[in-house]
């Protein structure tokens, strides 16, 4: 049977602007920020630790970490490595994200390392943050397709989410990363998740390149899946995965379930007015069903 209500990690600050070419004015990100939480979003990604040669749309993520945390938000940065997780010890960040690619190559390309050397360095990292009471999420990239290797074997995936799970995370985030995945691979990989890790949170991160994130979403649900990373405007992609489009956006996962009767917690109306903040200041037409749909009305 379906849940009642269900949590949406919203992560268009994040991973929805990561991408985008030109900079968004810090200030536009903290407004968005605000909005997306006055619409009621309670965990987010709000920026990340990464090198600024490497993804500049994120050099101002210690302002935004300075300025947009607050108590009734899980505020999350993502940090892939020990000196992005030593900048959230400067702040008054309480939740860390660091990500993996299944896949070598995406992983080489996207932190100049092997999946392997990673962990290495993860490990002991993951290990003074949940000491020191950190929650902690892990980001699984390439958890179904590659763009470069191709299909990834679901035994694989979950070799490195068993990893993690050993480390103590809190959360794996499990992402078709190119929009590949089709429900019947997003059911049969998260049933097998839930099933081998019935302990620990499991968000479900899909990418809507071919359009099927909210039919993978309600696959991932079927299976048990109850948290689910969306994009408000449907924003994303990640710089380093020829071929990503945006994440699930967050008014069409939000309609949909709404209309089911789960809850969200998330008002349209007030996500809409969000989008709007950073809609001027994009390079991309915000195209998700319900925003199309809004403006006609
Ligand atoms: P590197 O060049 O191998 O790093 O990059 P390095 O250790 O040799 O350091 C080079 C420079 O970067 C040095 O500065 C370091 O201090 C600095 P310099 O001396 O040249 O001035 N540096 C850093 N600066 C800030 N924060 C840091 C940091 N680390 C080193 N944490 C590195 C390695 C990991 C830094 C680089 O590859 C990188 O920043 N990659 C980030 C890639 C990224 O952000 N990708 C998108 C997010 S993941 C994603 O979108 C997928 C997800 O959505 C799930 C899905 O959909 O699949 C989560
Ligand atoms: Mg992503």
Request: glycine share 8%.
């Given at each position: 049977?379906?849940?009642?209500?269900?949590t949406?990690i919203?992560v268009?600050?994040?991973?929805?602007?990561?991408n985008?070419?030109s900079?968004v004015?810090?200030?536009?990100?903290?407004?968005?920020?605000?909005?997306?939480k006055?619409?009621?979003?309670?965990?987010m990604e709000l920026t990340?630790?990464?090198s600024?040669?490497?993804v500049?749309?994120?050099?101002?993520?210690?302002?935004?970490?300075?300025d947009?945390?607050?108590?009734?938000t899980?505020?999350?940065?993502?940090?892939?490595?020990?000196k992005?997780?030593?900048?959230v010890?400067d702040?008054d960040c309480?939740?860390?994200a660091?990500?993996?690619?299944v896949?070598?190559?995406?992983n080489?390309k996207?932190?100049?390392?092997?999946?392997?050397?990673?962990?290495?360095?993860?490990?002991?990292?993951?290990?003074e943050?949940?000491e020191?009471?950190?929650?902690?999420?892990?980001?699984i990239?390439t958890?179904?397709?590659?763009?470069?290797e191709?299909?990834?074997n679901?035994?694989?995936t979950l070799?490195?989410?068993?990893?993690?799970v050993?480390m103590?995370v809190d959360?794996?985030s499990v992402?078709?990363?190119i929009g590949?995945a089709?429900?019947s691979?997003?059911?049969?990989?998260?049933?097998k998740?839930?099933?081998a890790f019935?302990d620990?949170?499991?968000?479900?991160h899909?990418?809507?390149t071919?359009?099927l994130?909210?039919?993978n979403?309600?696959?991932?649900?079927q299976?048990g899946i109850?948290?689910?990373?969306?994009?408000?405007?449907?924003?994303?992609g990640?710089?380093?995965?020829?071929?990503?489009?945006?994440?699930a956006a967050?008014e069409?996962a939000?309609?949909?379930l709404e209309?089911?009767?789960?809850?969200?917690?998330?008002d349209?109306d007030?996500?809409?007015?969000?989008?709007?903040v950073?809609?001027?200041?994009l390079?991309?037409?915000i195209?998700?069903s319900?925003?199309?749909?809004?403006r006609?009305?």
């Amino acid at each position: 049977s379906l849940p009642k209500k269900v949590t949406i990690i919203e992560v268009g600050p994040r991973d929805g602007l990561q991408n985008e070419k030109s900079f968004v004015p810090t200030e536009v990100k903290k407004d968005f920020i605000f909005k997306l939480k006055m619409a009621g979003v309670k965990e987010m990604e709000l920026t990340s630790f990464v090198s600024p040669k490497w993804v500049p749309q994120m050099k101002d993520a210690g302002e935004i970490a300075a300025d947009c945390l607050d108590e009734h938000t899980r505020n999350i940065i993502l940090a892939p490595n020990q000196k992005g997780i030593s900048r959230v010890y400067d702040t008054d960040c309480r939740a860390v994200a660091v990500f993996v690619g299944v896949s070598n190559t995406f992983n080489l390309k996207n932190i100049n390392k092997t999946t392997a050397e990673s962990l290495e360095g993860l490990r002991p990292a993951i290990h003074e943050l949940k000491e020191k009471g950190y929650f902690v999420r892990a980001c699984i990239s390439t958890a179904f397709y590659c763009p470069y290797e191709g299909k990834i074997n679901e035994k694989d995936t979950l070799a490195l989410c068993r990893e993690f799970v050993g480390m103590g995370v809190d959360e794996l985030s499990v992402a078709d990363t190119i929009g590949m995945a089709v429900p019947s691979e997003a059911f049969s990989l998260f049933e097998k998740l839930t099933e081998a890790f019935p302990d620990i949170l499991i968000a479900s991160h899909f990418h809507d390149t071919r359009r099927l994130a909210t039919a993978n979403i309600f696959a991932a649900l079927q299976a048990g899946i109850t948290r689910f990373d969306t994009s408000a405007g449907g924003l994303g992609g990640c710089p380093f995965a020829p071929g990503a489009a945006g994440n699930a956006a967050t008014e069409d996962a939000v309609y949909m379930l709404e209309r089911m009767g789960i809850e969200t917690g998330i008002d349209l109306d007030q996500l809409l007015e969000a989008i709007e903040v950073v809609r001027p200041h994009l390079s991309r037409a915000i195209d998700s069903s319900f925003y199309r749909l809004s403006r006609q009305a």
